[in-house]
C-alpha cells in the first residue's frame, strides 16, 4: 500500500499561519523527495516546496520566508509551516513523493494525496 493523506487545512485569516501534514506510507521516504503543491481555484497546480530524502530543501521564490517543509522519518510526516497568509495562498494543497531521478516535471509515476483545502479570508 502506498498512500499520502493530508491535513490541517481550514480558514484563517490575513496574516495567520497554519502547518500542514503530511501522513505516508510505503516507504516512500527512502527512496522519494517529498514535496508540497498548490492548485487555487482557476489556475494551474504548482510547486511549493521540496524535501529530498536527504533532507535538503526548496521552494518557489516567491514563498521564500514565509513557508517551511521539513519531515520526520520516524513518523513518515512531511510538514508545511505557513506564516504571514495572505488571499493568493488560498488553495488546496497536495502531498508529492517524486522520484527524484526522473526530473522535476516528469510526475508519471508520482504518488499524491488528496489534497487539504486552506482558505484565507477576512
Known amino acids: 500500500q502506498v498512500r499520502l493523506v493530508e491535513s490541517g487545512g481550514g480558514l484563517v485569516q490575513p496574516g495567520g499561519s497554519l502547518k500542514l501534514s503530511c501522513e505516508a506510507s510505503?516507504?516512500?521516504?527512502?527512496?522519494?523527495?517529498m514535496r508540497w503543491y498548490r492548485q487555487a481555484p482557476g489556475k494551474q497546480r504548482e510547486l511549493v516546496a521540496t524535501?529530498?530524502?536527504?533532507?535538503?530543501?526548496n521552494y518557489a521564490d516567491f514563498l521564500k520566508g514565509r513557508f517551511t517543509i521539513s519531515k520526520d522519518n520516524a513518523k513518515d510526516t512531511v510538514n508545511l509551516q505557513i506564516t504571514s497568509l495572505n488571499p493568493e495562498d488560498t488553495a488546496v494543497y497536495y502531498c508529492?513523493?517524486?522520484?527524484?531521478?526522473?526530473?522535476?516535471?516528469?510526475?508519471?509515476?508520482?504518488?499524491w494525496g488528496q489534497g487539504t483545502r486552506v482558505t484565507v479570508s477576512s
Open positions: 510505503g516507504s516512500l521516504f527512502s527512496i522519494h523527495s
Open positions: 508529492n513523493a517524486h522520484p527524484p531521478s526522473l526530473g522535476v516535471n516528469f510526475t508519471e509515476y508520482d504518488y
Open positions: 524535501i529530498t530524502k536527504d533532507g535538503s530543501t
